[in-house]
C-alpha cells in the first residue's frame, strides 16, 4: 500500500508566476451532439446549481495552466466568462494534476510527492495563488490514478486495482494533516477502467474497456470504510470510450473531449441514486479543439445538490411538502438539514437549532469565513445568557464573482426565501435575511 503519512514539518515551494496570453478563439462553440450517453427521463431536480463561474483549467502546448470560466455550467448552453484561456499557473507539465474543490488544486510530482495549492483567482481567473505550494504528502508516483471527491477525500488506484482512502484534514490551509485511516482499502478490481473520476459527494464515475459508463456511490467518503450504495456499479452510459477526457465539475455535470476534439457537455441528473438518467442536450458542444489541452480538470464542487435541491423548494411553506419537523417548530434548521439530507449527507450532530450547524462546523472542521455552494450559511451566533445559538441558517445556492452570494432559506417571512447580498463574515449585509453572518459549514458525507 502506498500511504500520504510521512509527517513533519510542510516544505513550501514557490512556482514561478508569469501572465502569458493565450488565445482562445478555438475554444468556444455552440451547439453540436455527441452519441455518448442515450437520453433518459431526468431524475434530478432541474438545472443544477452552480458557482458562477465554475473555474475549469487545463495545461497548454506552452506548459501553463490556463483557467476557463463556465458561467452556465449546469446547462447545456455554451458561456464562458471574459477571460476565459488566461494563463494563471506556469511549468506545470510533468505531474499529475487534479482538483480539490474549492480552489484547491493537487499536484503529484514525478518524484511521488504530493502538493497543494489554492487558486485563489477561481472565480476571476487571476494569477493569483495562497503560499505557492505546499507539499503535504510522499509515495504517491506509485498509484496508476488519483483524483478527489472534495472536501479533502482523494481517492488513488494502486498497480493491483485496489481503492485506497485518504482524507486531507488540512485541505482548507494546506497544513500536513490526514484524517485517521488515511491509505484504508475501500475497493478491489478497479484496475480494469481506463477512465477514472469523482462526481463530488462520494459520487465516482468510471469507464470500462468496452466504452460503458459505471456509477458508484461512496456513502462514507468522510470516514474512509468500505461502505457502498446500493446500485453501485450501474452501467449508466455507453460509448463513453469515444471520450479522450472526461471531467466532472459535481452535481452530475461532465464534460468530455470527444475525437471530433471538442468539449461536450453532459449532466447525469441521478447522481444520488445512480440511475440511467440524463438532462436534455446531454452532449451538446460547448467548446472547440479542446484536445491541445492536457489534463483538463474543473472544481469537482462547482455544482452542488444540496444548492439544486433548496433551490427548487423556493416559494414553498413549512408544510407544503414539508421539512423534517417543520410543521411543527421554527423551520430554517429543519430546511437546511433537509437539503442537506437529500444529497446524502449524515445529519449526526445537527438538530432544529439553528446554531447546530456552527457547532457542526466546529467538530468536523469544515467551518469557514470562504463561502461555497451548498455550504449553510450561519447568522448571528452568539451566547444569549444561556446557551451559545445562532438567529438563521440557510443553503448557499451560488457564490457569485462579484463578492456575493445567493443563499435560499427556510422560515423566510414563512415561506423557503431565496436572497442576494455582499458573502464577508462579520457584516450584517443589505439583503441578507438575517444577520451578521458568522461563517460557512461545508457538510460531510459521515
Known amino acids: 500500500m502506498f500511504h500520504a503519512l510521512t509527517h513533519g514539518s510542510a516544505h513550501r515551494v514557490g512556482r514561478k508566476l508569469a501572465a502569458v496570453a493565450l488565445s ?26 452552480c458557482t458562477g463561474p465554475t473555474a475549469v483549467y487545463g495545461i497548454g502546448a506552452d506548459n501553463n495552466l490556463h483557467w476557463y470560466g463556465a458561467t452556465n455550467a449546469g446547462s447545456s448552453a455554451a458561456s464562458w466568462a471574459s477571460g476565459a484561456g488566461n494563463t494563471v499557473g506556469a511549468g506545470w507539465n510533468g505531474q499529475t494534476v487534479f482538483s480539490g474543490g474549492d480552489g484547491v488544486v493537487y499536484t503529484v510530482r514525478a518524484d511521488g510527492t504530493l502538493w497543494w495549492y489554492h487558486h485563489d483567482g477561481a472565480l476571476n481567473g487571476t494569477f493569483s495563488w495562497t503560499n505557492g505550494g505546499v507539499q503535504i504528502g510522499d509515495g504517491w508516483g506509485g498509484f496508476t490514478k488519483v483524483f478527489s471527491g472534495g472536501k479533502g477525500v482523494i481517492y488513488a488506484i494502486d498497480g493491483s486495482g485496489n481503492l485506497h482512502w485518504y482524507r486531507h484534514t488540512g485541505y482548507l490551509s494546506g497544513s500536513r494533516a490526514w484524517a485517521g485511516g488515511a491509505g484504508n482499502v475501500i475497493g478491489t478490481g478497479w484496475g480494469g477502467f481506463t477512465k477514472v473520476f469523482s462526481g463530488g459527494n462520494g459520487v465516482i464515475y468510471a469507464v470500462d474497456g468496452s466504452g460503458n459508463l459505471h456509477w458508484y456511490r461512496d456513502t462514507n467518503p468522510a470516514g474512509g470504510t468500505a461502505s457502498w450504495a446500493a446500485g453501485a456499479g450501474n452501467t449508466i452510459g455507453a460509448g463513453w470510450g469515444d471520450l479522450s477526457q472526461v471531467f466532472s465539475a459535481g452535481d452530475g455535470v461532465i464534460y468530455g473531449v470527444g475525437s471530433d476534439t471538442n468539449l461536450h457537455w453532459y449532466r447525469h441528473t ?3 441514486g445512480g440511475s440511467w438518467a440524463w438532462a436534455s442536450g446531454a452532449g451538446n458542444t460547448v ?5 491541445g489541452l492536457s489534463q483538463p480538470f474543473a472544481d469537482v464542487q462547482g455544482c452542488s445538490s444540496i444548492a439544486d435541491y433548496a433551490y427548487s423548494q423556493v416559494g414553498h411553506g413549512a408544510c407544503g411538502p414539508g421539512y423534517l419537523n417543520s410543521c411543527n417548530e421554527p423551520w430554517c434548521a429543519d430546511f437546511a438539514m433537509w437539503a442537506w439530507q437529500q444529497a446524502g449527507v449524515n445529519l449526526s450532530g445537527l438538530d432544529a437549532g439553528a446554531g447546530s450547524f456552527y457547532r457542526y462546523g466546529q467538530s468536523k472542521g469544515t467551518l469557514s469565513s470562504t463561502p461555497h455552494v451548498g455550504d449553510a450559511v450561519v447568522f448571528g451566533w452568539n451566547y444569549d445568557g444561556t446557551n451559545w445559538d445562532a438567529r438563521h441558517v440557510a443553503i448557499v445556492t451560488s457564490v457569485n464573482a462579484d463578492g456575493t452570494i445567493t443563499s435560499v432559506g427556510g422560515n423566510e417571512n414563512g415561506v423557503v426565501g431565496i436572497d442576494t447580498y455582499p458573502s464577508t463574515v462579520g457584516n450584517w449585509p443589505s439583503g441578507a435575511p438575517n444577520g451578521p453572518i458568522s461563517g460557512y459549514v461545508s457538510p460531510l458525507g459521515d
Do not use: E, K, M, N
Open 287 to 291: 467548446g472547440w479543439s479542446w484536445s
Open 24 to 49: 482562445t478563439s478555438a475554444l468556444f462553440g455552440g451547439a453540436a451532439t455527441l452519441g455518448a450517453p442515450a437520453a433518459h427521463a431526468a431524475a434530478g431536480v432541474g438545472t443544477a446549481r
Open 270 to 272: 441521478d447522481p444520488i
